[in-house]
Each structure stands twice: as structure tokens, then as C-alpha cells.
């Protein structure tokens, strides 16, 4: 009994220890999707569709599922609610997926990743025309890539600004709607430091550093990236644009947050008077800061005045799919999420993100829950670019991480000029491969 | 100059545990006051008014009630399985002294050295081979042994004394008899800080369900609270805060539960021959 025993005990602690740390190799890789196929020569008996989404669009993938199932019965849906805070989580989820050949048919993706998508995965271009007439196929820009919609834009934000106005009415530093320049801003913000005794203006540079940079930049009238994905912030004008958190800094206007909630908390805690943030933030602050003090999202100012187009933050609807029938069911059921009741689902009225269907903009903005300032999101009607569009999609992650160490950097007081020339080197060097 | 030295070893105690409960404090005090007075500028100690309606948020939207319960059926599960592997583990690496042994106890301290995060992909992989991921054999079974688990039972039973291993031998009891009998119930203060190191950590795991579960049926509590915590349209602090009291609650009992043996365990007690 003993002898035989040890060994059974021996192999135990072995296995123990494979377990606990070791596993198997890698998996298939990803593969080239095939085109939708007219969707009326697909079975959907024959056919399960797999969707993928973050919390966010949960209600609107409800409204599409219904419809899809009342339209064909037949066809199985299996929905993947990934509970992941940000879309870098969620797209390792996917990537990991795809890795173990369970590729999605419809994914969500951040309007910043469509790049690493096209080069990584090879989605198919999304048939826009089967779009319901009421999408506002202006944001299809926002999903374009080389001339072709890859991403159906479904939660649309833009960079803004969020301004305190009773703080502004106290320190008597004007209305936040005069606010159109950085020379606008730094001096209501002196006046309302100068009453609160401590810095009043919050800029985050953790969580959208390259998306607060391309707003700054094309808000002004610059160029952020060139036509092939190289930067083209390095100018005079990007430089002065982007110098705004050193400016800030200098005249300790800024109180040196890096991440973006708590930035929001700041604001909605009264401590800063101006936030500069994503409009999908507009509904929560709402929330947080009930009748505490009045307020109001206005544009970002920029260096220079003017109002450039913003780029589109938010998420979009991407076909993954590598079989031509899933891939037809995938489109069908963009025009089923982005149907005018997808939308009010997707943007309203306890989201506020900009409606991407006119009718849905129209019913949200006629409803009870609209207030001043859900109105400058759900009535968001100007135009719109990519988010980023750099080369080489594979280095996103770390083109963000070089905005971020930037931004960082300024915010902490670095010289602005060397600063932001470090920050164009290293992404061309990145971008160049 | 005795009853002073007690004075402020007693002060230094209550500004321990006061830093130490002031999380908890806030938490509860977030979770019970209206939103807009989460971040109202300086420090209100308590809420205006109450408002628990982020409880019903977090109940409800974020469906706690089946995260806790997946929650709870994986914590036992993997804590379960993991005394069934460690324990014997322990045993032999402890009591049993051969090349074999000394070689996997080295594998056991070089385990101990290796990041979580580092074998997460070949996991994923592992699971989905044997077609469990997504399913909570998936969030169980890549757990089931813990190199931590073997070396902190096995420093236990180090300190039993071989004599009365011998003593139990001459008796007529085997390895398993010895072990059940003997070793176990002496073992007892260190299989239960383990245990409660176990549970703590897969009750608040994040990561892994992240990677391996796609069902909401399957959401952990730390997967349910993320929900509020939505980078893109900002956090909902209030029920985020009720979310944390809810899923900390099973949490703080047990501790209290199993505070003696805990601190038994952890501070090691030496048996004399």
C-alpha cells in the first residue's frame, strides 16, 4: 500500500505543478474575411452569427436581436456581453478569441482602432447603402479607412469642454460660451484661481491623450496626421496647439490629473471650474453633479479660434466574419442596431452620446430627458474625422503610449517645443517601422 | 513612563486601524449618499441625506445577486480542489525526502516566482482546447493547485515533528491515515490561512474571468461591478461603492470567521518533540 502510495502522491504534487503553471501553445491565426454574400441565397437555419460588444451597447444589441429574430427566426445569435472597462480590454478579449479560432462575426470597436482591425484582421467594408435611411451618413467618415466604411459609427463623441458657470459667475471671469481661445481660457482661469486659491483647469492626460492632441490640433485648423499616417503635428501650428497643457502648467492654472475619471471628479466635485473630456462623459457628470451648480459642455477652445473639424471618438459596428452568409447576417444586423430604435437605445437618454440617426436625434432632443446639456451632444451635427489613422495599425498601442509620455511631460511642466518634437520622432519612428 | 510607552502604543493601534478602516468608512458613506455629493468639495463625513438607490442600480443593472452566486460556486470550487491537490503536495514535499522531492519542491519555489499574468495566454489556450472556456469549469479547473498553497501547507507540516510521524507509522497507519489523522488536524491553522488567502483572491479575481468568460450568465462579481466603471461615459460611483459593499460583505464576515485560525496560521506554531 505504502509503495504504491508514494508514487500515486509523487504524480500528484507533479501534476499539481503543471497545472499550476504551465499550458498549451499558441492558436490558428487570423484569417482573411470573405465578402457578405447576398443575404436571400443564405440559409439562417444553417447559420449562428456571434457578436461581441462592451456594457455600453448592450441595450441597443437587444432592440437589433429582436428584430433579427422576428425577421429569421431560424438563425441563432449568440451574444458575447464582454464586461471590459475600456476598448484596449476589450480588444485584447477579441484578439485572444480569434487567437483560439472563435472568431466574431460582429464586433464593437473603438473609432481610434479601426486601423488595427483592417491590417490585423481584414474585416470586409460594411455595405453602407444597406443603412437605414435616417443614418446620418455623414459619420460614415469617421469608419472610413482608404476610401472604404469599415466601421458603421454607432456611440459618437467628441472632444469638449465642460466649464463650471457659477464658478465663472463668482470669480466674474464671463460666460462659458465666450470661451473660444486658449488666451479666452487661461484668463477666466486666472480669475477663478485667483478666487479659489488653487488651479482650475483639468486636462487628463492618462486615458485620450492622442484623441485630446488631434482635437486640439484640428480644432485649430492643423493638420494631426497626414494622408499616409504619418504625423503632422510637428508644425508651428500643432506645436502651439498642443502646447496647451505647458501653458497651463506654467501659470499653475492646472491641477496635473492624468486620469480621466478623475478629472470628471474634479469637475463634479466643484474643485476644477473646467474639464476637457468626451462628450459621452456629458450624461454622467449630469448625474454626479445634479443641481450642485450650473454648467454647461461647450466647444474646445483652440489656439487660434477657429472650429476645426473634431475627430470622432466612441465606438462603431465592425463585420469580422469569415464566411460570406455570417458576414451578409452581420450586415443586416448593422441596419437592425442602427435603426432609429438602436439608436435611441444606443445614445438615450442615459447615455449621451451623438445620436447617428436623424430621427433618433430629433425624438431625444424633443424628449423629457433633455437639458442644456445633453442638447450639445444629442445636437452634435458638424462634421467629423477619423480618430488617429496612423500607419501600421499593429503599433496603436504604443503611438498612444508616446501621446501619453508627451502629454505627461507637459502637463508636468516640460518645455513644450522639444517636447512635442520627441513625442513626432517617436511616432514616425513607429509608424515607419 | 510604562503607562505612556501603552499610551502611545495604543494611539499608534487606533491610527492603524482608523487608516486602515477609512476605505470601508468612505465606501459605505459613497455608496449611501446622493450622486452629487460624491465629489462635493471638502470632506462632508456624512451624506446630507440617504439615498440608496445605488444599491438598486447595482443590484439590479449590474446583477449581483447571480455574480455573487457564480462567484461563490467558483471560490468553493477552486478552493476546494486546490486542498484536495496542495495538501497531499504538502505532505510529500514536507515528509517525504527524496531526489524526486527536492526536485519539485525547487519547481514549487521557482512557481512561486512566476507572475500570474505570465501563464494567462497559455491558460486561455489550455481551456479552450478542452472546450471549457466560457463555462465555469473554465474559471475553476486552471486553478486547482496553487504553488502558493504547497509551500505555505508544507511550511506547516515541516513543523510537525517526524517522531510522531514515526509514532503514527508504528501504530500501523499508512500515508493516507497519517495524513488524514495526524498531519491535518495539526495542519489545521495553516490550511485555513490558506484558505482564506484563496478566497480572497478568486473572489476579487478580475482578470482571468475577464479572458475566459463571454456568457452574462457567468459574470463574477469583480466583472459585474466593472459595469459601472464604463471608461467611455464616465463611472457611477454611487452604485460602484454599493456594488464594492455588497461583494466585500460575504468577504468581511468570513474574515472575521476565520480570524483566529488565520493569524494562527500565518504566525506558525511550533510543536516540541
Given at each position: 500500500m505504502r509503495r504504491r502510495l508514494l508514487p500515486a502522491l509523487s504524480a500528484l504534487t507533479a501534476g499539481s505543478l503543471l497545472l499550476a503553471g504551465c499550458g498549451p501553445g499558441s492558436g490558428p491565426a487570423a484569417t482573411q474575411v470573405t465578402a457578405p454574400t447576398d443575404v436571400a441565397k443564405c440559409d439562417p437555419a444553417k447559420s449562428t452569427l456571434t457578436i461581441s460588444h462592451q456594457p455600453p451597447a448592450a441595450e441597443a444589441v437587444a432592440v437589433a436581436k429582436q428584430r433579427m429574430a422576428a425577421r429569421y427566426p431560424n438563425l441563432k445569435i449568440n451574444v458575447n456581453a464582454l464586461q471590459t472597462?475600456?476598448?484596449?480590454?476589450?480588444?485584447?478579449?477579441?484578439?485572444?478569441?480569434?487567437?483560439?479560432?472563435?472568431?466574431?462575426?460582429?464586433?464593437?470597436?473603438?473609432?481610434?482602432?479601426?486601423?488595427?482591425?483592417?491590417?490585423?484582421?481584414?474585416?470586409?467594408?460594411?455595405?453602407?447603402?444597406?443603412?437605414?435611411?435616417?443614418?446620418?451618413?455623414?459619420?460614415?467618415?469617421?469608419?472610413?479607412?482608404?476610401?472604404?466604411?469599415?466601421?458603421?459609427?454607432?456611440?459618437?463623441?467628441?472632444?469638449?469642454?465642460?466649464?463650471?458657470?457659477?464658478?465663472?459667475?463668482?470669480?466674474?471671469?464671463?460666460?462659458?460660451?465666450?470661451?473660444?481661445?486658449?488666451?479666452d481660457l487661461i484668463a477666466a482661469a486666472r480669475k477663478v484661481t485667483a478666487m479659489t486659491r488653487r488651479p482650475s483647469v483639468t486636462v487628463a492626460t492618462y486615458n485620450i491623450p492622442d484623441w485630446l492632441s488631434?482635437?486640439?490640433?484640428?480644432?485649430?485648423?492643423?493638420?494631426?496626421?497626414?494622408?499616409?499616417?504619418?504625423?503632422?503635428?510637428?508644425?508651428?501650428?500643432?506645436?502651439?496647439?498642443?502646447?496647451?497643457?505647458?501653458?497651463?502648467?506654467?501659470?499653475?492654472?492646472?491641477?496635473?490629473?492624468?486620469?480621466?475619471?478623475?478629472?470628471?471628479?474634479?469637475?463634479?466635485?466643484?474643485?476644477?471650474?473646467f474639464l476637457m473630456t468626451s462628450s459621452a462623459s456629458i450624461a454622467g457628470l449630469q448625474k454626479s453633479i445634479g443641481d450642485s451648480f450650473e454648467w454647461m459642455p461647450v466647444d474646445l477652445p483652440t489656439v487660434n479660434g477657429q472650429r476645426g473639424p473634431m475627430p470622432a471618438g466612441g465606438n462603431g459596428w465592425l463585420v469580422l466574419s469569415d464566411d460570406p452568409c455570417r458576414a451578409a447576417f452581420a450586415n443586416t444586423m448593422i441596419g437592425d442596431l442602427l435603426s432609429t430604435d438602436g439608436v435611441m437605445?444606443?445614445?438615450?437618454?442615459?447615455?449621451?452620446?451623438?445620436?447617428?440617426?436623424?430621427?433618433?436625434?430629433?425624438?431625444?432632443?424633443?424628449?423629457?430627458?433633455?437639458?442644456?446639456?445633453?442638447?450639445?451632444?444629442?445636437?452634435?451635427?458638424?462634421e467629423l474625422t477619423p480618430w488617429g489613422g496612423w500607419r501600421r495599425g499593429e503599433v496603436t498601442g504604443q503611438i498612444v503610449d508616446a501621446f501619453r509620455t508627451m502629454a505627461q511631460r507637459l502637463q508636468s511642466g516640460a518645455d513644450a517645443g522639444p517636447t512635442i518634437q520627441t513625442a513626432v520622432r517617436a511616432i514616425d519612428s513607429l509608424v515607419s517601422g | 513612563m510604562r503607562i505612556l510607552s501603552r499610551a502611545a502604543v495604543i494611539v499608534a493601534i487606533c491610527g492603524a486601524v482608523a487608516?486602515?478602516?477609512?476605505?470601508?468608512?468612505?465606501?459605505?458613506?459613497?455608496?449611501?449618499?446622493?450622486?452629487?455629493?460624491?465629489?462635493?468639495?471638502?470632506?462632508?463625513?456624512?451624506p446630507t441625506r440617504i439615498d440608496l438607490s445605488g444599491y438598486g442600480r447595482a443590484w439590479t443593472s449590474g446583477e449581483l445577486g447571480r455574480a455573487m452566486v457564480v462567484g461563490l460556486v467558483q471560490t468553493l470550487g477552486i478552493l476546494a480542489l486546490q486542498l484536495v491537490t496542495c495538501v497531499p503536495a504538502a505532505y510529500v514535499l514536507a515528509k517525504v525526502r527524496n531526489r524526486a522531492t527536492g526536485v519539485a519542491l525547487t519547481m514549487v519555489l521557482v512557481g512561486l516566482l512566476?507572475?500570474?499574468?505570465?501563464?494567462?495566454?497559455?491558460?486561455?489556450?489550455?481551456?479552450?482546447?478542452?472546450?471549457?472556456?466560457?463555462?465555469i469549469s473554465g474559471l475553476i479547473l486552471?486553478?486547482?493547485?496553487?504553488?502558493?498553497?504547497?509551500?505555505l501547507i508544507r511550511q506547516q507540516i515541516m513543523s510537525i515533528p517526524d517522531a510522531l510521524l514515526d509514532a503514527a507509522r508504528a501504530d500501523g497507519l499508512g500515508h493516507v491515515r497519517r495524513l488524514t489523522s495526524v498531519v491535518i488536524p495539526i495542519a489545521a491553522p495553516g490550511i485555513a490561512a490558506f484558505s482564506v488567502f484563496s478566497v480572497f483572491a478568486h473572489w476579487n479575481e478580475y482578470l482571468w474571468p475577464l479572458l475566459a468568460v463571454r456568457s452574462a450568465e457567468l459574470r463574477t462579481p469583480p466583472l459585474a461591478l466593472a459595469a459601472f466603471q464604463q471608461a467611455d461615459v464616465g463611472y457611477d460611483y454611487p452604485a460602484l461603492t454599493a456594488g464594492a459593499v455588497i461583494v466585500t460583505a460575504p468577504i468581511v464576515v468570513l474574515?472575521?470567521?476565520?480570524q483566529r485560525q488565520f493569524v494562527h496560521g500565518m504566525s506558525g506554531t511550533e510543536i516540541t518533540e
Open positions: 472597462k475600456t476598448y484596449d480590454e476589450f480588444t485584447r478579449a477579441v484578439v485572444a478569441d480569434i487567437a483560439v479560432g472563435k472568431r466574431p462575426d460582429l464586433i464593437i470597436s473603438g473609432l481610434g482602432q479601426i486601423r488595427f482591425w483592417m491590417e490585423q484582421y481584414k474585416p470586409a467594408p460594411i455595405d453602407a447603402a444597406a443603412l437605414p435611411a435616417t443614418y446620418r451618413k455623414q459619420f460614415l467618415s469617421a469608419g472610413t479607412l482608404d476610401g472604404k466604411v469599415y466601421v458603421a459609427p454607432a456611440q459618437v463623441s467628441v472632444p469638449m469642454m465642460a466649464v463650471n458657470q457659477t464658478l465663472l459667475r463668482k470669480a466674474g471671469a464671463g460666460d462659458a460660451a465666450g470661451i473660444r481661445t486658449y488666451d488631434q482635437g486640439f490640433v484640428q480644432g485649430a485648423g492643423g493638420t494631426f496626421v497626414t494622408g499616409d499616417g504619418r504625423p503632422a503635428f510637428g508644425d508651428k501650428l500643432g506645436g502651439d496647439a498642443i502646447s496647451l497643457w505647458s501653458r497651463l502648467k506654467r501659470e499653475d492654472l492646472e491641477l496635473g490629473i492624468v486620469m480621466d475619471a478623475d478629472s470628471q471628479a474634479a469637475f463634479a466635485g466643484g474643485t476644477a471650474a437605445a444606443a445614445s438615450g437618454t442615459s447615455y449621451s452620446y451623438i445620436p447617428v440617426d436623424s430621427a433618433a436625434a430629433e425624438r431625444l432632443l424633443a424628449s423629457d430627458a433633455a437639458t442644456p446639456q445633453t442638447k450639445y451632444a444629442w445636437g452634435y451635427d458638424r | 487608516v486602515s478602516l477609512f476605505p470601508f468608512y468612505w465606501m459605505v458613506r459613497t455608496s449611501v449618499a446622493p450622486a452629487d455629493e460624491t465629489f462635493s468639495q471638502g470632506i462632508s463625513w456624512v512566476v507572475p500570474s499574468q505570465v501563464t494567462l495566454i497559455p491558460l486561455f489556450v489550455g481551456v479552450n482546447v478542452l472546450g471549457i472556456a466560457d463555462s486552471p486553478f486547482c493547485t496553487s504553488t502558493f498553497g504547497i509551500y474574515f472575521l470567521l476565520a
